[in-house]
């Protein structure tokens, strides 16, 4: 079981920047397509991003594309997204979790971390 842990969460304002990392234990985090969610108060849990298990496909949501750029260094067992040109609707609680069983990017659900709260003031 890969466990994972986010960090970089922050205040920001809008049109700032902040990076979020995933650090993840166990020697197989290499085998996993890595999504980032997040959840707003009172809303939806939404998909943010992903990256497959190799790095070389990536998905995003119409919301982030364009300001977010996610991606991986297998090496380190670590997951970034780096969150450009912030907005005060980007705030929420910041979730990565694991993915595998289809294809690059897709299957079931296994790991999630605790979240990491992204605040963007206006």
């Known amino acids: 079981q890969v466990q994972l842990v986010e960090s970089g969460g922050g205040l920001v304002q809008a049109g700032g920047s902040l990076r979020l990392s995933c650090a993840a234990s166990?020697?197989?985090?290499?085998?996993?397509?890595i999504y980032w969610f997040r959840q707003a108060p009172g809303k939806e849990r939404e998909f943010v991003a992903a990256?497959?298990?190799?790095?070389?496909?990536?998905d995003y949501s119409d919301s982030v594309k364009g300001r977010f750029t996610i991606s991986r260094d297998n090496a380190k067992n670590t997951m970034y997204l780096q969150m450009n040109s912030l907005k005060p609707e980007d705030t929420a609680v910041y979730y990565c979790?694991?993915?595998?069983?289809?294809?690059?990017?897709?299957?079931?659900?296994?790991?999630w971390g605790q979240g990491t709260q992204v605040t963007v003031s206006s």
């Open positions: 979790a694991t993915r595998k069983g289809v294809g690059p990017m897709g299957g079931d659900f296994g790991s």
């Open positions: 990256i497959s298990w190799s790095g070389a496909t990536t």
């Open positions: 166990g020697r197989t985090f290499s085998m996993y397509a």
